[in-house]
Every structure is written in C-alpha cells, then in structure tokens.
C-alpha cells in the first residue's frame, strides 16, 4: 500500500516556522526563508536573529505545552508540526543559527507522482 501524502505538512511546518521567528526576533530583526531541493529532501528553513535556544531548550522544543523563554501560545505548534512531517516520512529540526538566532530545518521527501 502506497503512503498516502498529507497535503498539511509542509503548509503548516512553514507557517509554525514563520510565526515562531517573528516572535523570536527583535524588532526590525531579519527573518530569512530558505528553500533547497536536495534529493531526496525538500528543505525549508526558516532563520532568526532571535536569542536562539541552548541544547536543552531545542530538545524540550518540541514537546507539548512548553514554551520557550516567555514565548506565547499554547506550546503546540511545534508538536503538531513534528507529528506532521514525520507523519509524512520527513524530519524536523531546530539547530543554531550562524551569528545567533535559531534555524528552524523541515525536510520533506517531494511526492514523484505529482511532478509533470
């Protein structure tokens, strides 16, 4: 049986980056997007200028309801987005930027059978 692709990963990954970053960057601060089709990856990566998070807190990033140094929200997102993308055969990562902030990697595998 064929794995049935979830048309909301990559939509919802990209969004939860995106507001993740605005919240985390100071005001006039850069928000880069990035998006790189290596096989067999789609990336996309969202960087901030933001304070970034040790290794403990990227770890603890993706666990339901917590919340990073006086982040707002419910604490999902980033659940919901993992769930998503490994859902979907991909990964997701949070890794320091370079000169600071935090990257925030969804690797997705392209679906061949809608490509022309």
């Known amino acids: 049986m064929r794995h049935r692709r979830d048309p909301r990963a990559a ?3 990209a969004i939860n ?3 993740n970053a605005v919240e985390a960057s100071p005001p006039g601060g850069a928000i880069t997007l990035f998006v790189h089709a290596a096989s067999p990856w789609v990336e996309v ?20 309801f ?3 140094r006086g982040g707002e929200g419910t604490g999902l997102g980033l659940a919901i987005v993992r769930s998503l993308v490994e859902a979907d055969g991909g990964e997701v990562e949070l890794r320091p930027a370079p000169g ?5 990697v969804v690797r997705l595998r392209p679906d061949r059978s809608t490509t022309r």
């Open 17 to 19: 980056a995106l507001e």
């Open 45 to 64: 990566r969202v960087r901030d200028e933001g304070q970034g998070l040790d290794e403990h807190e990227r770890d603890r990033a993706f666990d339901r």
């Open 66 to 68: 917590w919340r990073g």
């Open 100 to 104: 600071g902030g935090l990257d925030a």
């Open 11 to 13: 939509a919802e990954s």
